[in-house]
Nanobody
Framework: QVQLVESGGGLVQAGGSLRLSCAAS????????MGWYRQAPGKQRELVAA???????NYADSVKGRFTISRDNAKNTVHLQMNSLKPEDTAVYYC?????????????WGQGTQVTVSS
């Protein structure tokens, strides 16, 4: 069993910063990648940023240069530092875990954390 615990969402003014964190707990799996997705009202869920176990990163074009994803392998934790936030970054942000268990490879989702950027 895996549990993802997210923290760090909130309300911030445009131009401000927030830091999201997601900790994965459990046993019997190895992590392939962790990442953050977001879903705004009326829109599809989209990738924001992801980082593999080897440290390779991938960012949505809309956040490149403003957001930074990092990972603490020892703590199975991923962080998303969000700078220069814009109102269009407003969404529910979901942590994603791509992990391999003995039974196969699975994706897990966090419960989501709201990020609201006011203009």
């Amino acid at each position: 069993q895996v549990q993802l615990v997210e923290s760090g969402g909130g309300l911030v003014q445009a131009g401000g910063s927030l830091r999201l964190s997601c900790a994965a707990s459990g046993s019997g799996f190895s992590i392939n990648a962790m990442g953050w997705y977001r879903q705004a009202p009326g829109k599809q869920r989209e990738l924001v940023a992801a980082i593999t176990s080897g440290g390779s990163t991938n960012y949505a074009d809309s956040v490149k240069g403003r957001f930074t994803i990092s990972r603490d392998n020892a703590k199975n934790t991923v962080h998303l530092q969000m700078n220069s936030l814009k109102p269009e970054d407003t969404a529910v942000y979901y942590c994603n875990l791509d992990a391999t268990f003995t039974a196969g490879r699975y994706n897990w989702w966090g419960q989501g954390t709201q990020v609201t950027v006011s203009s």
